[in-house]
């Protein structure tokens, strides 16, 4: 288990929100959450991410796990160019092939200090297992996919739309592979060919994928359980949209 809620209780003055809500999320567990416009959705994302504080119940995440969470609001920095932007994932890495090239310097001038080659390959060792020569592929391959292909790198954040902000702090989500993924509406903004991209994409995603989405078909290819968020009350169904309707409508006829 990455994270959990345990009977988590949210009022917004005297409404209640969330009544004794758990969740239990694992390590690849593809979740599709559902609800009416104004069931707590959104509440319950902001809980699970730690950004929203909550009545009773407990909130748990395992050490080590990043949650990254797609908002309306971005959170890019709109001075920025779409390129450094998305470099800024990997500050470690480039800290590290810095160092390197210092090194590389040094062991020049002092060819006979067994410390420094010493020190380099354990730089290079970190730098390799980082994917360091990789950053430029990762960030091609993710802004291409995502509709940025014919965008200048060098653009700045600011000229962009509401829209190709919203994509590109997703790009920015997927090149820092959270453990567990908070997608709320992520097939907003986009066209088909991107959409289709990104299905794919998500298809082989290492971690966790919790997604909020109208889209049903979307969900279909993606989630393997749903959690329906009604009347205050969070119910976990087994498999994909359509294997949730059939449940749902059993369990009504009952």
Known sequence: MIASLEQITKYYGAELILDHVSLK????????????????????????????????????????????????NSGLDRSSTILAEMRSVFAPLYEIERQMEAMRIRMRQFPDDHTLLEEYNRLHTEFEAGDGYLID?????????????????????????????????????????????????????????????????LKGYK???????????????????????????LTRYPGNYTKFTQLREEAYAR
């Open 25 to 72: 999320i694992e390590d690849q567990d593809r979740i599709g959450l559902i609800g009416v416009n104004g069931a707590g959705k959104s509440t319950l994302l902001n809980i699970l991410s730690g950004d929203l504080e909550f009545e009773s119940g407990e909130r748990a995440i395992t050490s080590g796990v990043r949650i990254g969470f797609l908002r309306q």
């Open 137 to 201: 592929v990762k960030i091609n391959t993710i802004l291409n996919g995502m509709g940025f292909a014919g965008r200048d790198r060098e653009t700045l954040i600011s000229a962009l739309s509401g829209g190709e902000k919203t994509r590109l702090a997703l790009c920015k989500l997927l090149l820092e592979e959270p453990e567990l993924l908070i997608l709320d509406e992520p097939t907003n903004h986009l066209d088909f060919k991107t959409l289709i991209w990104l299905e794919d994409y």
């Open 207 to 233: 971690g966790a994928l919790l997604i909020v989405s109208h889209d049903r078909y979307f969900l279909d290819s993606l989630v393997t359980s749903v959690c329906e968020l009604d009347r205050t009350r």
